[in-house]
């Protein structure tokens, strides 16, 4: 069938690249981005960054300032700001408002929305950060729920003002579904050296005693309920994809935090990739699958995201197994350090650098090749990782 009508749900990241790319790529047909929000499309890891931390004449009071530069005027996309997908059918998406918007091509970018627990704030939009920021300075008091990517963040942006912080971690360190409790025990010395009090094994089920402000901040759901229930869907409610994004909807596609997708890389498992990169990658391969006919791109890049946290830069690359083997590069109480870790044939698997950039690009492509290192060079930082190759 000739695609003629493109709808795009969902003017985040991923909604906002894949009508670039469209017209990019000489798409002349109508793209209609519809998007909850009221704002054009902006970047969103700003928001427990620079949003926080800039204060005075530097301060962001614009959503515009975190903006994508494109022209939707110029690219003739009809825009749909402050307006929700509520229900799909065949062949058309309605709005909250009743309006059928029908479609010869649907991509789904809704996202992720923050899970609840009945009491604090979360962050996830231009709003949530200015409320976040307005109550955080000298002299308040913020509790944090969860020592995650963005707990960290925030708890980096409130100490600097001067806030007291306190941080309530479930589990017995930072980010455990993530990395092994050593480097759980490198990162929670960076709350301590910080001044954060950090309370690891601290469940939190009610709004924690003698808090001032309140940041849940456990984590994140794809938003895909209004979607119905003909769509296949992993266990978070993410939708199950092909490797070429294709929901099992035919002309239905779905990229960024909202997709699981068959991974070739992972031997075919489906994941989701809940990073910015994913979500700037993922309308490349849904373009070219719409336009150029479904097997024309697949997308499977290796997993990348960055955390700024307590004056250190953080990238990780790639994605480690239980059983891979850990290598130290430095040691974890070093300003700078990484880790790398290698599975049963020695072949990288996943690194984490901290504040060691170079690392972080000579992973990307040790990751990518599944190159065979040597484990007593990768642990001395002194030699490139690149030198540790078999
Ligand atoms: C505070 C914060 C900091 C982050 N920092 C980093 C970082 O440092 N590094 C990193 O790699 N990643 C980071 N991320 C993650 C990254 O921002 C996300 O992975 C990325 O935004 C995903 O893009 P997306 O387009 O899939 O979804 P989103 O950016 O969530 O955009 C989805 C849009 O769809 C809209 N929507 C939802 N439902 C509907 C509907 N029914 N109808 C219409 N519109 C709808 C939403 O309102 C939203 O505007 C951060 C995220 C947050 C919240």
């Given at each position: 069938m000739k695609v003629e009508r493109v709808v795009v749900v969902g003017a985040g990241m991923a909604g906002m690249h894949t009508v670039r790319t469209f017209r990019e790529k000489g798409f002349e047909g109508e793209i209609t981005l519809l998007g909850a929000e009221q704002h054009a499309p902006y970047d969103r890891p700003p928001l427990s960054k620079a949003v926080l931390r800039y204060r005075g004449a530097d301060a962001i009071d614009d959503v515009s300032e975190l903006a994508f530069a494109f022209d939707f005027e110029q690219a003739g996309v009809t825009l749909r700001f402050g307006e929700r997908a509520a229900a799909w059918a065949p062949g058309a998406v309605t709005t909250a408002a009743g309006e059928r918007l029908p479609y010869d091509a649907?991509?789904?970018?809704?996202?992720?929305?923050?899970?609840?627990?009945?009491?604090?704030?979360?962050?996830?939009t231009y709003e949530d950060a200015l409320r976040l920021r307005a109550a955080v300075g000298a002299g308040r008091a913020l509790a944090i729920v969860g020592a995650g990517w963005i707990g960290a963040e925030v708890a980096t942006a409130a100490r600097a003002a001067g806030c007291a912080v306190v941080v309530h971690e479930a589990r017995e360190h930072p980010l455990a579904a993530v990395f092994p409790p050593q480097v759980g025990a490198a990162m929670a010395d960076w709350y301590r050296q910080a001044g954060a009090d950090l309370r690891c094994s601290d469940p939190v089920t009610g709004p924690p005693p003698a808090a001032g402000h309140v940041l849940v901040a456990v984590g994140a759901?794809?938003?895909?309920?209004?979607?119905?229930?003909?769509?296949?869907r992993a266990r978070?409610?993410?939708?199950?994809?092909s490797e070429h994004l294709e929901t099992n909807v035919p002309g239905v596609y779905a990229a960024g935090d909202v997709a699981a997708y068959r991974s070739l890389r992972y031997g075919g498992e489906h994941i989701r990739v809940e990073h910015w990169d994913n979500a700037l990658r993922g309308p490349d391969t849904v373009v070219a699958n719409v336009l150029e006919g479904v097997?024309?791109?697949?997308?499977?890049?290796?997993p990348y995201f960055w955390s700024e946290q307590f004056g250190r830069m953080v990238q990780y690359i790639g994605r480690h197994g239980a059983t891979d083997r850990m290598v130290v590069r430095g040691r974890l109480s070093d300003p700078t350090w990484s880790v790398v870790w290698l599975d049963t044939l020695h072949r990288a698997t996943a690194v984490l650098a901290v504040g060691r950039p170079r690392d972080l690009a000579q992973g990307r492509r040790l990751v990518g090749a599944g190159s065979v290192l040597d484990a007593a060079r990768v642990a001395d930082p002194g030699t490139p990782l690149v030198g540790a190759t078999m």
């Open positions: 649907l991509v789904v970018a809704t996202g992720s929305e923050p899970v609840r627990l009945g009491f604090g704030e979360t962050l996830r759901r794809p938003d895909t309920r209004w979607l119905g229930a003909a769509f296949h978070d409610g993410s939708l199950l994809t097997g024309a791109e697949v997308h499977d890049p290796v």
